[in-house]
């Protein structure tokens, strides 16, 4: 199924909506959905420091949903969205459970298996190849997470700085 740019902009605004779950709950802000003929059949957002899970990946939450709602491992002609470019293993699981298309709007310099700093998704040594199109609301999704970590360094920052005055008045 051919997604409109519309569509696709909707879907990517659910991943940012998910994106913001994680946030709220101090996770590093990253949202996914799967989409299987115009509906969501999978969510997920960050939860890796709530569950001390590597593993729980927004990309590998929405992918598991998916495959509870579908009674299947394959999620062919899935399109997956997600804020933020995928690491090794969301990309490997997208590759594995058959991925059709993947969306993603922010580039990352330090983990991106989607073009980044290497593809996998196209690698042709893989028994499937994910389509790719990147930069879907880069801005938004990229000041999501910009925004986060300034937040964590203010916060990190005036804890330091509570702690000394704390320390000085106790001299």
Known sequence: MELSSVEKEFFMREAIKEAKKA?????????AVVVLNGEIIGR????RELTHDATTHAEMIAIREANQHLGNWRLED??????LEPCPMCSGAMIL??????YYGAPDPKGG???TLMNLLGDERFNH??????GLLEEECAALLTDFFRMLR????????AQKELEEKED
């Not at 946030?23 to 949202?31: D, N, Q, S, T, W």
């Not at 459970?97 to 993947?102: D, G, W």
């Open 23 to 31: 946030e709220a709950k101090l996770e590093v802000p990253i949202g």
């Open 44 to 47: 997920g957002h960050n939860v």
């Open 78 to 83: 899935t399109q997956l969205f997600v804020t």
């Open 97 to 102: 459970s058959r991925v059709k298309e993947l």
């Open 113 to 115: 298996t989607a073009g």
């Open 129 to 134: 190849q994910v389509d790719i199109e990147k």
């Open 154 to 161: 203010a916060r990190k920052k005036a804890a330091k700085q």
